[in-house]
């Protein structure tokens, strides 16, 4: 019942950048968390950046100072600004919307993108 679509990536040279946007579309409770996990080869699959619709933002030590997660609402859309890019940051990018929330009866989903390849070489 729920679609979201990835879109931005493709290939970039280290230290540049790139914009990942998603879209999720469906039916949506509003209260709700977006964002961006990626897995690289050989790896687990790890957490990048989350953002709530109240704003909140959860970022994995490792993404803070280079990538940055933003929200429209209204659109339901994410976005994950990346910047000062590394090889090892190539990975199939996932974006996620989940909620988990007691309004007298439980109202949760999680639903993932297909991904979208991010490439960082030389």
């Known amino acids: 019942q729920v679609h979201l679509e990835e879109s931005g990536g493709g290939l970039v040279q280290p230290g540049g950048s790139l914009r990942l946007s998603c879209v999720a579309s469906g039916d949506i409770f509003s209260d709700n968390t977006m964002g961006w996990y990626r897995q690289a080869p050989g790896k687990e699959r790890e957490l990048v950046a989350t953002?709530?619709?109240?704003?909140?933002?959860n970022y994995a030590d490792s993404m803070l100072g280079r990538f940055t997660v933003s929200r429209d609402n209204a659109r339901n859309m994410v976005y994950l600004q990346m910047g000062s890019l590394k090889p090892d940051d190539t990975a199939v990018y996932y974006c996620n919307i989940r909620w988990n929330m007691w309004r007298g009866r439980l109202l949760r989903g999680d639903y993932w993108g297909q991904g979208t390849q991010v490439t960082v070489s030389s």
């Open positions: 953002m709530t619709s109240g704003g909140n933002t």
